[in-house]
C-alpha cells in the first residue's frame, strides 16, 4: 500500500503562540485530492499556512515525503511543494510570463538563467491553465481570476509533487472553476501530484475531493471521503446554515421554502415541477407537490421547496388512499398546475389527478 505523502501529526497551529486549532492529523497520499471546507474564519488558511512553514507550529510536526517540514532547505522544498495562496504578490513590472517564469527558481542555477527546457515547460503550464494571451501583460494589470490563472500556471511548472492552494477558484468564472478543478484532478492523477487546498464551494468540494476535511469552531470536526462526510444534515450543521437547504446528492443549495396555508398544487414528476417549485418560491407562494416517487429527480427539490409532498416509495404505486389525500388536496386548493403532459404506466395516477383537477376547471398555467 502506498505510504503518507504529507502527515501533520498532533499538529498545534495558531498565530503569537495562541493556538487556535489543535490535533490536526491529516494524511494525503500522492495522487489524492485533500480538501479543507467549513465555515468563514475558522482556520482553514491557518492550517495551511502552517502546512507551507509560513506560520510556525505551536505543536507537532508536519512531515513531506517522510521527512519534517523544518528539514529542508529553500530550495529542495520548493521541489516538492508549490503553493497558490491568496495573498497577492505585487512584483514590479512583471509581465504574465516572468511571473510564471519564477516557477523554475527551484531549478535554474545561481544566476537564475532560464533554459530550454524551462521555457518549454513554462509554456506548457501557461498553456494548460489557458493564459497563453496573458503573456505580455502587466501582472499588476490583470482581473483577480486571471491572477489567480497565472499563479497557478506558476505553480505547475515549479513541478512539484505536492500543492497547496488556498481558495484557488474564488475569483474564477464557472467555466474556470470547472477547469481549473479538472487539471488539479489530473495533475493529481496523471503526475501523481497530491493536492491539499482550501475551498468555498462545496459542491465542487464533494466531486473533486478524496478526502474532505471539516474545520468547525477551531477544530478538525470530521476527515473522510466526501460520501462518508457531506451528508445534508452535517453540511447544515457545519454551516450553521438557517435560510437555505443544501441536498448532498446534487451538492446543490435552494433557498427557505414559503410557508403559510397551501391554496396550490403541483401534479408533478420527471423534473418537470423544478422550474415551477422555483418559480413559486420566488414569488412566496406555498404550494404542495404530488404524487411523486422518492427516486423521481424532483423529489429532492420538491421536499426542499414545497409545504406539503404526497410521496410514495420508490419503484411503487400509490394506494387508494393516497389517491383520496391528492383529490383531496386538489379540492381544497385554487389553483392547480401539471407541469408534466407525459402520461405511462408509471405515473398513470397523475394523470387521474389531472383530468381529476380539469374537471374542477383548477389546471393553470404559470403565466395565467
Ligand atoms: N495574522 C493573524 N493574526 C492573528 N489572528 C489571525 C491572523 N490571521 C487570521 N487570524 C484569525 O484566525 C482565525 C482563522 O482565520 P483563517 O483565515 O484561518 O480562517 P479561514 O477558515 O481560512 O476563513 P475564510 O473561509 O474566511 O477564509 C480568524 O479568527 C482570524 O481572525
Known amino acids: 500500500m502506498q505510504s503518507d505523502y504529507m502527515v501533520t501529526e498532533e499538529a498545534s497551529v495558531g498565530y503569537q503562540k495562541r493556538t487556535l486549532i489543535d490535533h490536526v492529523n491529516?494524511?494525503?497520499?500522492?495522487?489524492?485530492?485533500?480538501?479543507?471546507?467549513?465555515?468563514?474564519?475558522?482556520?482553514?488558511?491557518?492550517?495551511?499556512?502552517?502546512?507551507?512553514?509560513?506560520?510556525?507550529?505551536?505543536?507537532?510536526?508536519?512531515?513531506?515525503?517522510?521527512?519534517?517540514?523544518?528539514?529542508?532547505?529553500?530550495k529542495e522544498l520548493?521541489?516538492?511543494?508549490?503553493?497558490?495562496?491568496?495573498?497577492?504578490?505585487?512584483?514590479?513590472?512583471?509581465?504574465?510570463?516572468?511571473?510564471?517564469?519564477?516557477?523554475?527558481?527551484?531549478?535554474?542555477?545561481?544566476?537564475?538563467?532560464?533554459?530550454?527546457?524551462?521555457?518549454?515547460?513554462?509554456?506548457?503550464?501557461?498553456?494548460?491553465?489557458?493564459?497563453?494571451?496573458?503573456?505580455?501583460?502587466d501582472f499588476e494589470r490583470i482581473s483577480d481570476g486571471q491572477r489567480q490563472r497565472v499563479m497557478l500556471a506558476r505553480a505547475i511548472c515549479q513541478e512539484p509533487e505536492i500543492l497547496v492552494l488556498d481558495e484557488p477558484t474564488s475569483y474564477l468564472d464557472i467555466r474556470y472553476k470547472t477547469d481549473f478543478l479538472w487539471l488539479l484532478r489530473s495533475l493529481a492523477r496523471k503526475r501523481q501530484m497530491a493536492v491539499v487546498m482550501s475551498l468555498h464551494e462545496i459542491d465542487l468540494a464533494?466531486?473533486?475531493?478524496?478526502?474532505?476535511?471539516?474545520?468547525?469552531?477551531?477544530?478538525?470536526?470530521?476527515?473522510?471521503?466526501?460520501?462518508?462526510?457531506?451528508?445534508?444534515?452535517?453540511?447544515?450543521?457545519?454551516?450553521?446554515?438557517?435560510?437555505?437547504?443544501?441536498?448532498?446528492?446534487?451538492?446543490?443549495?435552494?433557498?427557505?421554502?414559503?410557508?403559510?396555508?397551501v391554496h396550490t398544487f403541483v401534479i408533478g414528476g420527471g423534473g418537470y415541477g423544478i422550474p415551477l417549485y422555483r418559480e413559486l418560491q420566488r414569488q412566496g407562494i406555498p404550494c404542495a407537490a404530488g404524487i411523486l416517487p422518492v427516486h423521481d429527480r424532483e423529489y429532492p427539490v420538491a421536499k426542499a421547496l414545497c409545504e406539503k409532498v404526497l410521496e410514495i416509495p420508490a419503484f411503487t404505486m400509490p394506494?387508494?388512499?393516497?389517491?383520496?389525500?391528492?383529490?383531496?388536496?386538489?379540492?381544497?386548493?385554487?389553483?392547480?398546475?401539471?407541469?408534466?403532459?407525459?402520461?405511462?404506466?408509471?405515473?398513470?395516477?397523475?394523470?387521474?389527478?389531472?383530468?381529476?383537477?380539469?374537471?374542477?376547471?383548477?389546471?393553470?398555467?404559470?403565466?395565467?
Open 206 to 261: 464533494q466531486k473533486i475531493s478524496d478526502q474532505v476535511v471539516c474545520v468547525k469552531e477551531h477544530r478538525v470536526d470530521r476527515v473522510g471521503t466526501p460520501e462518508e462526510v457531506m451528508t445534508t444534515e452535517y453540511i447544515q450543521e457545519l454551516y450553521a446554515m438557517q435560510d437555505g437547504v443544501y441536498d448532498a446528492a446534487y451538492g446543490s443549495v435552494e433557498f427557505p421554502k414559503p410557508t403559510g396555508d
Open 26 to 74: 491529516l494524511h494525503v497520499k500522492k495522487g489524492e485530492i485533500l480538501t479543507l471546507i467549513g465555515p468563514n474564519g475558522v482556520g482553514k488558511s491557518t492550517i495551511l499556512k502552517s502546512i507551507i512553514r509560513q506560520l510556525s507550529l505551536i505543536a507537532g510536526t508536519v512531515s513531506i515525503d517522510e521527512k519534517e517540514l523544518s528539514s529542508y532547505a529553500p
Open 78 to 137: 520548493a521541489k516538492k511543494m508549490a503553493i497558490v495562496m491568496t495573498e497577492r504578490i505585487h512584483p514590479e513590472r512583471y509581465t504574465c510570463y516572468d511571473v510564471v517564469a519564477t516557477g523554475r527558481y527551484p531549478y535554474t542555477g545561481k544566476m537564475g538563467m532560464l533554459q530550454k527546457e524551462d521555457e518549454e515547460k513554462i509554456e506548457e503550464a501557461m498553456r494548460q491553465v489557458q493564459v497563453e494571451a496573458l503573456r505580455d501583460q
Open 319 to 368: 394506494e387508494d388512499t393516497m389517491l383520496a389525500q391528492a383529490k383531496a388536496l386538489i379540492d381544497a386548493c385554487e389553483t392547480v398546475y401539471c407541469p408534466c403532459m407525459e402520461f405511462g404506466v408509471c405515473n398513470s395516477y397523475n394523470q387521474e389527478l389531472y383530468f381529476y383537477a380539469k374537471k374542477q376547471n383548477k389546471l393553470k398555467n404559470l403565466s395565467e
